[in-house]
T-cell receptor, first 113, second 114 residues
Framework: GESVGLHLPTLSVQEGDNSIINCAYS??????FIWYKQESGKGPQFIID?????DKRQGQRVTVLLNKTVKHLSLQIAATQPGDSAVYFC????????????FGKGTRLSVIA | GAVVSQHPSRVICKSGTSVKIECRSL??????MFWYRQFPKQSLMLMAT?????????EQGVEKDKFLINHASLTLSTLTVTSAHPEDSSFYIC??????????FGSGTRLTVV
C-alpha cells in the first residue's frame, strides 16, 4: 500500500508485482522529465527520461507516462525486485542544458521479498 | 559515459570551520554545474548554478557568503561551506550537464558539523 509520512511517501510492493510511482510536476513550461533512483548515501541514478512531445516511453522493465494536461508523470516498474528498493524522484527541466533540474518530493519504494 | 567525481564523500568538521567540496567532470567539459543540498528524507534542493569564469547564481534563501562557489575551470567546481554550523549538516550533491549524456550527478558529500 501507499502511505504519506512527514516527508517521503512510501510505496510497499511484493516482489514480482508491478510498481507505479507518481509525480506531479509544477511548471507547465517544462519540456524534459527524468526519473531518478537514489539509494542511501549515494547520488541520483538515471532511470529513464521523456520529452514533452511524447506521452510514453519504455525502457528495460520501466515505463514512463506523461500527462501534460494534468502535469502528471508516472514511473512503472515491472516485476519489481528487491534491488529496486530505493527512493525515486522525478525531475523537470525547461529543456536547456544550462538550466538545472527541479526535483519532486520523492517516493520510497520498499520491496517485500 | 559522462562521469562526475565528487570529493570528499564524507567529512566531519568542527563548528565554525570551513569545508571545501570538489566536483570534477572527468571526461567532458562542463561550463555549468549545479549544487544541491539534501536533508534526510527530503528531496534535492537546488542551491546554486555554477558558471565557469563567472559568478554563481544562488537560489532564494541560500546565503552566497556562506556557501562560496568557485568554477575556475571547465572541469572543476568547488563549494566551500564557511563557518559551518550543525544546521549545515546535510548531503551535498553536484551535477553537470553534457550534451550527449544529459545530466550526471556526483556521488554526494555527507557533511556532519559537530
Amino acid at each position: 500500500g501507499e502511505s504519506v509520512g512527514l516527508h517521503l511517501p512510501t510505496l510497499s510492493v511484493q516482489e514480482g508485482d508491478n510498481s507505479i510511482i507518481n509525480c506531479a510536476y509544477s511548471n507547465s513550461a517544462s519540456d524534459y522529465f527524468i526519473w531518478y533512483k537514489q539509494e542511501s548515501g549515494k547520488g541520483p541514478q538515471f532511470i529513464i527520461d521523456i520529452r514533452s512531445n511524447m506521452d510514453k516511453r519504455q525502457g528495460q522493465r520501466v515505463t514512463v507516462l506523461l500527462n501534460k494536461t494534468v502535469k502528471h508523470l508516472s514511473l512503472q516498474i515491472a516485476a519489481t525486485q528487491p534491488g529496486d528498493s530505493a527512493v525515486y524522484f522525478c525531475a523537470e527541466n525547461l529543456g536547456s542544458g544550462n538550466t538545472p533540474l527541479v526535483f519532486g518530493k520523492g517516493t520510497r519504494l520498499s520491496v517485500i521479498a | 559515459g559522462a562521469v562526475v567525481s565528487q570529493h570528499p564523500s564524507r567529512v566531519i568538521c568542527k563548528s565554525g570551520t570551513s569545508v571545501k567540496i570538489e566536483c570534477r567532470s572527468l571526461d567532458f567539459q562542463a561550463t555549468t554545474m549545479f549544487w544541491y543540498r539534501q536533508f534526510p528524507k527530503q528531496s534535492l534542493m537546488l542551491m546554486a548554478t555554477s558558471n565557469e569564469g563567472s559568478k554563481a547564481t544562488y537560489e532564494q534563501g541560500v546565503e552566497k557568503d556562506k556557501f562560496l562557489i568557485n568554477h575556475a575551470s571547465l572541469t572543476l567546481s568547488t563549494l566551500t561551506v564557511t563557518s559551518a554550523h550543525p544546521e549545515d549538516s546535510s548531503f551535498y550533491i553536484c551535477s553537470a550537464h553534457q550534451g550527449d549524456y544529459g545530466y550526471t550527478f556526483g556521488s554526494g558529500t555527507r557533511l556532519t558539523v559537530v
